[in-house]
């Protein structure tokens, strides 16, 4: 694992913002992990492109027991995103979603999180090249962790898996990215045409820190009463339950093979859950589809199942159970 | 039996009456329990289908069973619904959102709406009873022929000692003028223990400052672009609050500590636009 100190936010104290410590309990260290050279008081992210516009909301996840939060994914300008619906309920805890990578922009962005003082990891998202230079310089320099590149968006032309599916760009695209910034750089796959093992390895060699994996995965609903698609793009991307255990063997597979430190994503509704992607080889996780059923206090009620299962289970830190399941 | 439903997910529901309510507003009545059972201040997303999802607050109807939407055309996902005929088929999900709450405690309830801002406190009133000494109404328009839900509000309230109140922008209906100028002349006359408001939210803002300033506690449904209706997507924030899973209704307290309470919303990207 690459040591990348320099990365991590030095806390600054503040009289604008609370930001609850919540270092004062006995689970903290044993939830706390190394990620890519970052520190975290536990492995709890919250997934890109779940509640990722707001300073004040991201003060307010994290407050709410997160370790770290990632932004939506952030385009060099603003994108309005796709007309609704862009999310659809397929109930039994699955989600699809079309929302068009709607965000506001690299400048309004880099505003809005200008007196940052929360872990925070800026998703970016680019249709060439050229864009993630751009990107690094409006962020670098801010009170940031790193960064997760949307490499696998499924549902927008030109960007995320248009671009993950290409490994000589996605090659191109991490060395330029290793080249402008010290941050860790951490690459968001997805299921695309490209066998995501092949893909990792490349991402590896390209000198990348960190993979999360995975990302929403094309999918849609239609409606039988009126036989219309429902998303207003028609098709999205499958999250929630459904993802889970696709989620773990990507997990599974990417860690057993590539000495690179995995994020797992998809479908994490509840400790067990989590407890599968450790198991699996996930360093941390990401959650998103979880809020829109339990709400925010899913984050705690999830963390309370880690620590209680890793009390019965001996152990002292999290970093002890993961890539278990590789043994068998 | 216990029915588990999962209001998040689409129920297609068809149009069965169309009501004109004025030439630029219309209400869609339609089948559906969950949202005939909507709290005052509860909004359900709606599924013009390959038009556009909108966040409307649920609007009451006479038959059992059965609620409605009250649209004003406006842009391209509203005037897609106004058109929709007798018969066609929407989609609903909600009831979602938490609502206005009537403790015992309320007698003289003052309800000061603008527009369709009017249509949770059309539900709201039909939670009063003689428990209420009197309820005050306020509601604001901007010329006679868009005057909304009067009769309506006579009809719900005929058995309560009432005050109805009309402003018209243009004076062409009762007192002419905007639902401020209206509340600030009836507090120098009268008492009420709460104010409940709907509406544009630059006219919110001006009323929860005269409540501020008369002491009167108050409850506000705010109305924010919306994208999920389930509190994933932030879209909807004013300062750290989720305006579809913390609000719509809001109580002073809360609007107090709302910086961007009538300054800041976000627009489609997420970017803060101002009023």
């Keep these: 694992m690459k040591n990348n100190s320099s990365s991590t936010p030095t806390p600054t104290p503040t009289t604008t913002t609370n930001i609850k410590s919540t270092y004062n309990n006995s689970s903290s260290t044993m939830l706390s992990i190394d990620l890519a050279g970052i520190h975290l008081r536990n492995p709890l992210l919250l997934g890109s492109g779940f509640l990722g516009i707001s300073q004040q ?3 307010r996840l994290y407050n709410d027991g997160l370790g770290a939060i990632v932004s939506k994914s952030i385009s060099v300008s603003p994108l309005d995103g796709y007309k609704g619906p862009t999310v659809v309920s397929l109930g039994e805890k699955g989600y699809l979603n079309a929302v068009g990578l709607a965000n506001p922009g690299s400048d309004a962005f880099a505003h809005e999180i200008m007196k940052n003082q929360i872990p925070l990891i800026v998703s970016i998202v680019g249709s060439s090249q050229s864009d993630f230079p751009k990107l690094i310089r409006k962020f670098d320099k801010l009170n940031i962790l790193g960064y997760e590149i949307n490499l696998s968006c499924p549902h927008v032309a030109k960007m995320g898996m248009e671009v993950g599916d290409d490994p000589d760009l996605v090659t191109k695209i991490i060395k330029t990215l290793k080249s402008k910034t010290k941050k860790p750089v951490i690459i968001k796959v997805g299921i695309g045409n490209i066998d995501v093992l092949k893909l990792a390895m490349i991402i590896k060699e390209s000198g990348a820190d960190a993979i999360t994996a995975i990302n929403t995965i094309r999918a849609m609903a239609i409606n039988v009463e009126t036989g219309m698609p429902i998303l207003s793009n028609k098709v999205g991307g499958l999250s929630g339950i459904p993802l889970k255990s696709i989620g773990v063997r ?32 996930a360093t941390a996780i990401e959650l998103g589809s979880v809020i829109g059923y339990t709400g925010l206090k899913a984050f705690n009620q999830i963390k309370l199942g880690i620590t209680e299962y890793l009390q019965k289970k001996d152990c002292k830190n999290i970093k002890e159970i993961v890539g278990l399941a590789h043994k068998y | 039996m216990v029915l588990h439903i999962n209001i998040d997910k689409i129920r297609m529901v068809v149009i069965e009456e169309v009501i004109e309510e004025t030439p630029s507003v219309k209400t869609f009545v339609f ?15 709606v599924w013009i289908p390959r038009a556009e999802e909108l966040p409307m607050s649920v609007m009451i109807s006479k038959k059992k069973n059965h609620a409605s939407i009250t649209i004003r055309k406006h842009g391209f996902g509203s005037t897609s619904l106004f058109e929709k005929k007798q018969n066609d088929l929407i989609g609903v999900r909600g009831p979602y959102g938490n609502y206005f709450s009537l403790s015992k405690n309320v007698k003289r309830p003052l309800l000061v709406g603008g527009g369709t801002g009017l249509v949770p406190l059309m539900r709201l009133t039909t939670l009063f009873s003689k428990m209420q000494e009197k309820c005050t109404i306020i509601m604001g328009a901007q010329t006679h022929k868009e005057v909304l839900f009067k009769g309506l509000a006579e009809d719900i309230l005929s058995k309560i000692r009432t005050n109805i109140i009309v402003t018209t922008e243009d004076g062409s209906y009762g007192i002419k003028g905007v639902v401020t100028d209206a509340l600030k002349y009836i507090l120098k006359k009268e008492k009420f223990d709460m104010i409940y408001t709907c509406g544009p939210e630059l006219m919110m803002v001006g009323i929860y400052n005269l409540s501020v ?32 899973k913390d609000g719509t209704v809001f109580n002073e307290n809360q609007l ?16 803060p636009s101002y009023y």
């Design chain 2, 213 to 244: 300033a008369h002491s009167i506690p108050i409850q506000a449904s705010l109305e924010r672009y919306m994208k999920c209706g389930i509190g994933i997507c932030a879209s909807c924030c004013i300062n750290d609050k989720l305006v579809c």
């Design chain 1, 57 to 59: 909301v991201f003060n």
């Design chain 2, 256 to 271: 107090s500590e709302m910086s961007e309470f009538g300054k800041v919303f976000r627009d489609k990207s997420g970017r």
């Design chain 1, 250 to 281: 990507c997990v599974y597979e990417i860690s057993k093979k590539i000495d690179i430190p995995v994020i797992g994503c998809g479908g994490i509704f509840t400790w067990e859950d989590a407890i599968e992607y450790f198991l699996a080889g």
């Design chain 2, 31 to 45: 089948d559906d329990m969950l949202s005939s059972n909507a709290k005052p201040g509860q909004f359900l997303m």
